[in-house]
């Protein structure tokens, strides 16, 4: 079964940018849909952006839109996300998945441990 282990969070002020990898382990991600997810302290779980798995159609959540893009290289096993212009708002433990479905994986899915972003001055 894949595995998969998000890296690239950290502390960055507003403004600036990152790029969260998830790598994957154990099988390839070119039949996984692969998504983005955010929590928040004391907010709800957010899916922030997917790509799909056979043409690559890709999903942003409205408050991402235009700031942060979703990527894969099925070389690498790997699917990233730029995160650019980035705002308070948008700290929060980030996780990867992977999982069939339309774009974003909704079913048969597996999760990555989660990595933390943190946006402040």
């Known amino acids: 079964q894949v595995q998969l282990v998000e890296s690239g969070g950290g502390l960055v002020q507003p403004g600036g940018s990152l790029r969260l990898s998830c790598a994957a382990s154990?099988?390839?991600?070119?039949?996984?849909?692969i998504g983005w997810f955010r929590q928040a302290p004391g907010k709800e779980r957010e899916g922030v952006s997917c790509?799909?798995?056979?043409?690559?159609?890709?999903y942003y959540a409205d408050s991402v839109k235009g700031r942060f893009t979703i990527s894969r290289d099925n070389a690498k096993n790997t699917v990233y996300l730029q995160m650019n212009s980035l705002k308070p708002e948008d700290t929060a433990v980030y996780h990867c998945a992977a999982g069939g479905g339309a774009v974003c994986p909704t079913y048969s899915e597996v999760w990555g441990q989660g990595i933390l972003v943190t946006v402040s001055s």
């Open positions: 154990g099988s390839t991600l070119d039949y996984y849909n």
């Open positions: 790509i799909g798995s056979s043409d690559g159609n890709t």
